[in-house]
């Protein structure tokens, strides 16, 4: 097997993406006595051309699947695909971190599982924390949170469909009661 | 966690997973807290994998904050880990046995496991939550009066592993109940991005302490274990997990000896004081993931600091979480006897598996089997078997 190194992949990228390539970064971790490094990229690619950007991954070797983390930054949310790729060999691993932006008033992204049938959880999951809109996503159901959760509150938003509101209602039925 | 089953007679044809009636909140709650405060909350996150989160979640701070782990504390992370292992692998072969009916392997085993949990009790104060490691290295030192009580547990574990090998191996019964059962072929392993043991056995080579090597793994030669090194095949099934596991006992042994041989001297912690810590962690920007390869699989971090106190983003991941989907693939074609065992195979670390829905095909009767009721279809099941 041929393996890229992590500039390489990046250039696969930049030349594929032309300008969707917003940001990139590699860093260089070591570890041990013998300080033996690996690798870790970080891309930030537009919504328009992230589909596109998974299947290029996928081209390269099947990428193994961890999570999505999204976090809430104001008027956008981010999403970042936490993959890694060329496992199986001693110390070839490059962890490949892909980020993407959505404004909150267009939350939509399509789904990869039909690339990755595995990150089906991963979606289901940011769709009911986030409030994020999977097109394609077979499955709807709430995976995580009870069935009779409210709608319209999507616990890791810092806005005002945040959970803060739930907490501090709680708290002030607690204070009542006492 | 519910599971609802679509069964023609003995034979399970659609499988419907249904988590999340307990939703917990903890990455809601680690966003109120500074880091310090999480990793005793990433430690709670399960009371099996508690080195595992806290090992994860540091790395991933380190990462986001820039911060160097002394030689000396990357190893001693790497022995409280390592003995981790072995007890959760342990505890799982108990388990396991338990749900073949197997009672007497139950307690055999996690007698044994006792040896193992006394020495975490005293080396870090704590038989679960050990409450060791801090963002730039570990609390606690291992002095060298404490070496001669880890060597005598790990020979120990040498005496008895023969014993645990020989009944999981060599017995028929065992053999009969979990050869072809459960298969999970290296495809849709794979696809459905399964990790850890469970990956392994279908004959995924990979392992972060060997794709990956961080801490002290990066000194040693860990290699990913899967079955083909004893049998010569993969098959995927409950078998093969379990001889999986039973070699990883022996590899963590191997990991810890090399530890306490080549252990340098030195400082633990990159920064001792805490104010100061604390103070960095504040005026640190960027974002970081920290992986460790637990018991059950990769577990995964992402942190994300942003000049303030609080972190803006935590997000933990445990292995059971990619685990899930692997299920189905696993149960389907199988018998309603078989479920408790397949279930166990990818040693799930659910707070509780509740009850199994079961909708009959022939007259579209739904019924409601409790875990107990599962559990002894199981051992009925072992008991017809005469080898």
Redesign the interface.
Known sequence: MEYMKPDEIIELFKEKFNGSVTNNKI?I????????S?S?I?LEIERKDFKEAVRLLCTIQ?P????I???D?GEEIKL?Y?F?L????????I?L?LTTNLPKNNLKIPTITDL??????AEREIKEMLGVIVEGLPDL???????D?PKGVY??RKDETG?MKMVNKEEEEVKKAE | MTFNFEIYGERIEKVNLAPGDNHRGIEFMGRQRNPIQIIYLAERICGICSASHPFAFCRAVENAAGIEVPERGQYIRVIIAELERIHSHILWAGFAAHELGFDSVLYISWRAREEVLDLLEYLTGNRINYGVFMIGGVRRDISEEQIPRIRKTLEYYKDIYGKIEDIFLNDPTIALRTKNVGVLTKEDALRLCAVGPTARASGINKDIRQDQPYSAYADLEVKAITPDVLTGEVNGDVYDRIIVRLLEVVQSIQIIEQCLENMPAGEIVAEKKLVKLLNQLKKAKGEGIGRHEAPRGECIHYVKLNESELPEVWKARAPTYNNLMAWVPMLLGQQIADIPIVIASIDPCIACMDRVTILNKNNGQKSMLTKKDLHELSVQKTRRITP
């Open positions: 860093e971790k070591t570890a041990g006595l013998k300080k033996n690996y870790l970080w099947f193994h699947f961890a999570i983390s999204g976090s930054i970042t936490h890694s060329y496992y199986g060999e001693r110390s070839k691993e962890s971190n990755i049938p595995g990150a089906q959880t159901a709430n995976i995580f949170l009870p069935k959760f616990p890791l959970a």
